[in-house]
T-cell receptor
């Protein structure tokens, strides 16, 4: 059974550009969550999608957006990149967010903004 | 506000020593997960605990869920260099995960 796949693994962008990251969840998983991880802030929740609908959103500016497709694959977009957006972006998939759910993470996309 | 507090934040020990990492919260969670993350990689799920008072063992790792389902601990016996990494606890609510800030463990050979 394939795990969570994130592409690309590494990305270097310039300030002001925009970027799109992709996440393919485990087959059958309908929930996809996105996190930003930096050394100083730890894992910060960005948003969660379930069956193409955004159910939860963290405290990030509107430059951060996402979407989920009918096959559960998800993308997140960051527009007008800032240096502080440099981070490891992690995607996690879950079968369904019920009381005893488990999240399985991808390897992440390392974004560097220069 | 961090819902889950992990302690200690950093731990550097010698191979063969025992250690305990704590994950505390004022909130009740329906389940709690422990993950280990290596640099540049995503967190890998180690265990899920669901029932208050539950104890689970994974080789040299022992996980305990508090009776009130607000806190948890991870005990490692005879630590090895391969145990080095960032240990994260996560509390699950019905549609969201709350992550602790992590404990960075370094086991020196």
């Amino acid at each position: 059974k394939a795990g969570v796949t994130q592409t690309p693994r590494y990305l270097i962008k310039t300030r002001g550009q925009q970027v799109t990251l992709s996440c393919s969840p485990i087959s059958g998983h309908r929930s996809v969550s996105w996190y930003q991880q930096t050394p100083g802030q730890g894992l910060q929740f960005l948003f969660e999608y379930f069956s193409e609908t955004q159910r939860n959103k963290g405290n990030f500016p509107g430059r951060f957006s996402g979407r989920q497709f009918s096959n559960s694959r998800s993308e997140m977009n960051v527009s007008t990149l800032e240096l502080g957006d440099s981070a490891l972006y992690l995607c996690a998939s879950s079968l369904m967010l019920t009381a005893n759910t488990e999240a399985f993470f991808g390897q992440g996309t390392r974004l560097t903004v220069v | 506000t961090q819902l889950l507090e992990q302690s200690p934040q950093f731990l550097s020990i010698q191979e063969g020593e025992n250690l305990t990492v704590y994950c505390n919260s004022s909130s009740v969670f329906s389940s709690l997960q422990w993950y280990r993350q290596e640099p540049g990689e995503g967190p890998v799920l180690l265990v899920t605990v669901v029932t208050g008072g539950e104890v689970k063992k994974l080789k040299r790792l022992t996980f305990q869920f508090g009776d009130a389902r607000k806190d948890s601990s991870l005990h490692i016996t005879a630590a090895q260099p391969g145990d080095t990494g960032l240990y994260l606890c996560a509390g699950a609510d019905f549609n969201k995960f709350y992550f602790g800030s992590g404990t960075k463990l370094n086991v020196k050979p």
